[in-house]
């Protein structure tokens, strides 16, 4: 394994980082990506990595990460859902990671959600 | 599924369900590239009755679904390469589950990123269970083990994106001498 001193830096600045966070949690924007059999085999897993090397790259300090279940609608897997503070939540469709960078770039650092990806505009067609 | 390694994250989370405290997901390839998947945990385990139902694609614990079709897909895998799977399990003690795949097989789905799947695993329980993974191969033998890093870290939690991010490149770096070129 890499060294473990090396989370010892980490650990550091992290609880800085920690420190400086809001302390009321529902002001956080929540990622909750779809990781049931259907999503996992429909590309789940890179989506939610890609979700979270991107807010690691960007130092975004109040976005959080989680996963759920199968909410029944297999066919548009991967799902992503976007909760910001105080908005309706937006259900992304048919995710890839390269979409996942643009909904990070266009919804969560600019609050512009990116209406083509969402289910909205899938379903319509 | 596409490859081994999102088998693993899909029945790993049947023992995150089971309440695990530790989940531990053993990967092992022989000089014969016989492959043994393990995937054994502490959580409430099932009854005879339960574990005939599991191995079926019509069967599943979800009250709003007919169909569980997650070990069912790994069984077809394994036996398409010629090996099998097995479920150990005891009521309040856990579940081993096993697949035997022959890696030389032209039906053997690729290995693909064990480490994105044991971090992912990690990073959406951070606060448990743990998980440890156990790698080995005729070039040699490796772990990881999420209670250590917990313990290095106290305090700060594991889903913290520069953790990941530390966590996915450990695994990969050690992944590398011991599955390099043993299988895909």
Redesign the interface.
Known sequence: MKSLAELEAIRKRTLERINLRREDESENIRVVVGMATCGIAAGARPVMMEFMNEINKRSLKEVTVSQTGCIGMCRLEPMVDVYMPGKEKVTYVHMTPEKARRVVAEHIVNGRPVTEYTIGATEDK | ??DLS?HI??LA?NSVRAGAKLITIGVSADENKLITLTIADDGCGMSSELLERVMSPFGTTRT??KV???IP?MAQNARLTGGDIAIRSKEGEGTVFTATLHGDSIDCLPLG?LA??V??LV??HPDGPDFRLELSSPKGE???DSR??RE?????PL????????M???IR??MEPIFGGVIQ
């Not at chain 2, 290095?152 to 700060?156: H, Q």
């Not at chain 2, 889903?159 to 530390?166: C, G, R, T």
């Open positions: 599924m596409r999102l994250l899909d989370e709003t679904r569980g079709l997650g897909l990123d994105g799947t971090t992912s990073a959406v490796t772990h990881f250590e890093v290095a870290l106290s305090g700060v889903n913290e994106p520069e953790v990941v991010a530390w996915l490149e450990s770096e050690e």
